[in-house]
């Protein structure tokens, strides 16, 4: 895959990915102004926080890490990746099967574990029904997950992309029908997420069925190659574990502090669109492209595909981080700020968007390193790394919370996503060329930083021009819509002005072809 159609792979998942957060959006939206930050929205948020933390493991994070560059060289090497693939599928869905029938005898445990605040209140009782019936959706998801990672080993990468935008259609749908009809809106909610799963993993099914891959349900077996497998995804589920000890310490925190629970998740939303967009499209394209490219002994086009990422990733994700810092509060209030969600939810969760922000880079750069090491079926340094980073969130999570409140929570992330990022890097330096970003990235990255700067002047500026409009309903929408305007012309016109990004590059990635 040439840069230019590794470009124009970001694209489509980043674009499909887009989409899919818009949705959330608009799902988050509703459910603010339904439930706002009360017992409810908060019982139901960390019951679908169980399924997608046990996801990591699965789905697309420590099982796909290590799935997806052993698939991806027999498929380079001309060897049964279908047969591997089945193989797969199958020893995942008995693990899977086995730790939904456990989950659901354990669940009172795992709420505790994810939230102790709620012992003592109505949100234990529901967050436990919730949790009952929304934990299967780890079995559909990470399926789903599975058959995705076929999909982009091959290039295809449409369908995968688009799978999440049912997620969130279905709960849009399940919201609006719970309105309409009455319906309890938490029980609603967490019964829309098997149904969503099982819609996801019927879409990507069938795609990769066209794709000549018809993975069907068989008998497990441990032969040769799904050790390997193991042995390999031992140490990346170990380092997932890690990332999910750190969700946990953010949600105990959170969970000892009314409401706290409720405004880390919208700003979580916030945060993740560009991080969506941007990340999950950088690790879904370069990981299966880098271990093509290292079993063919390309070092110069792994390079070029690892600085392309980085530089992708940093264009986009730089000023999106300037704009989560200066407009939190205007961002929150206009898409959040009504029925039960008031003023004192606004404040809280724009703090919590601004401090996300500070570590959106991080974030991002993640996706661009640790596929250096998987594709090189390297999962203990990330291990390591992960385990340090984890020190660091708990430090400052738990350590800060006293003098500073469940805003300590959101600075344990950013920490601990900065000090990952560094480990990263230092441990990609013995990689060789491929381990190495490019001149181009080099010269670029500092011009990017500095038009991100100027477009964050421009945004302070127009926001403090704008304030009235901003808090007038009937025009808030639009002053947002101008702000989001000019903070985009802004940062484009600085970027060509100073050479961070040429014009004809996107035009470039746009007309290619796959």
């Known amino acids: 895959m040439q840069p230019i159609r590794l470009v124009k792979g970001f694209m489509t998942v980043?674009?499909?990915?887009?989409?899919?957060?818009?949705?959330?959006?608009?799902?988050?939206?509703?459910?603010a102004r339904t439930l706002g930050a009360g017992p409810v929205a908060e019982a139901f948020l960390v019951a679908f926080t169980l399924p997608n933390m046990f996801r990591r493991f699965f789905g697309e994070?420590?099982?796909?890490m290590a799935?997806?560059?052993m698939f991806s060289k027999r498929l380079e090497a001309g060897e049964d990746a279908a047969g591997f693939a089945r193989e797969a599928m199958a020893g995942l869905a008995t693990v899977l099967?086995?730790?939904?029938?456990?989950?659901?005898?354990?669940?009172?445990?795992l709420v505790l574990a994810l939230a102790g605040g709620f012992a003592v209140d109505e949100r234990f009782a529901l967050a436990v029904g919730y949790g009952r019936i929304a934990f299967p959706y780890i079995l559909f998801i990470s399926l789903a997950a599975l058959l995705s990672g076929v999909l982009n080993a091959t290039g295809r990468f449409a369908a995968a992309a688009a799978a999440p935008v049912l997620l969130n259609v279905i709960f849009i749908s399940a919201l609006v029908g719970a309105g309409a009809l009455g319906w309890p809106v938490g029980d609603t909610l967490a019964w829309a997420v098997p149904v969503a799963g099982i819609a996801q993993l019927a879409l990507v099914w069938q795609a990769a069925a066209r794709a000549g891959f018809r993975l069907v349900p068989s008998r497990p077996r441990l032969s040769p190659e799904m050790r390997r497998l193991a042995v390999i995804a031992g140490p990346a589920m170990l380092a997932g574990g890690v990332v999910q000890v750190n969700l946990i310490i953010g949600r105990q925190v959170a969970s000892f502090f009314d409401g706290a629970v409720a405004w880390l998740s919208y700003a979580d939303r916030l945060y993740q669109l560009p991080l969506g967009v941007v990340g999950i499209a950088i690790g879904v394209v370069l990981l299966p492209d880098l271990s093509r490219r290292l079993k063919a002994g390309d070092a110069a086009g792994g390079q070029a595909s690892f600085s392309r990422a980085a530089e992708f990733g940093m264009a986009l994700t730089v000023p999106a981080a300037v704009a989560l810092v200066v407009i939190a509060w205007p961002l929150t209030s206009v898409l959040f700020e009504r029925g039960a969600f008031g003023p004192a939810d606004t404040a809280a969760t724009a703090l919590a968007v601004a401090v996300y922000g500070a570590g959106l880079p991080a974030f991002v750069l993640q996706k661009v390193l640790q596929p250096l090491y998987f594709a090189r079926?390297?999962?203990?340094?990330?291990?390591?790394?992960?385990?340090?980073?984890?020190?660091v969130n708990a430090v400052v999570a738990v350590?800060?919370?006293?003098?500073?409140?469940?805003?300590a929570a959101a600075l344990g992330t950013t920490a601990a996503g900065w000090a990952m990022v560094w480990l990263l890097w230092r441990g990609s330096r013995g990689m060789?060329?491929?381990?190495?970003?490019?001149?181009?990235?080099?010269?670029?990255?500092?011009?990017?930083?500095?038009?991100?700067?100027?477009?964050?002047?421009?945004?302070?500026?127009?926001?403090?021009?704008?304030?009235?409009?901003?808090v007038a309903p009937g025009l808030r929408y639009l002053a947002l819509a101008l702000l989001v305007v000019a903070g985009m012309a802004a940062y484009f016109g600085a970027g060509v002005a100073l050479g961070a990004f040429r014009p004809a590059e996107f035009r470039a990635a746009l007309s290619r072809q796959r």
């Open 14 to 31: 980043g674009g499909w990915t887009f989409a899919s957060r818009i949705l959330g959006f608009a799902r988050d939206i509703l459910i």
């Open 61 to 64: 994070g420590a099982f796909n």
């Open 67 to 69: 799935f997806i560059p």
């Open 97 to 109: 099967i086995v730790l939904t029938v456990v989950a659901l005898a354990a669940m009172p445990w």
């Open 377 to 391: 079926e390297d999962t203990r340094s990330p291990f390591r790394y992960a385990v340090v980073a984890m020190v």
């Open 399 to 407: 350590g800060l919370a006293p003098a500073l409140g469940f805003i």
């Open 432 to 470: 060789g060329a491929a381990g190495r970003a490019d001149a181009r990235f080099r010269a670029r990255l500092p011009r990017i930083v500095a038009a991100s700067a100027l477009m964050g002047a421009v945004l302070w500026g127009v926001a403090l021009a704008l304030a009235p409009m901003l």
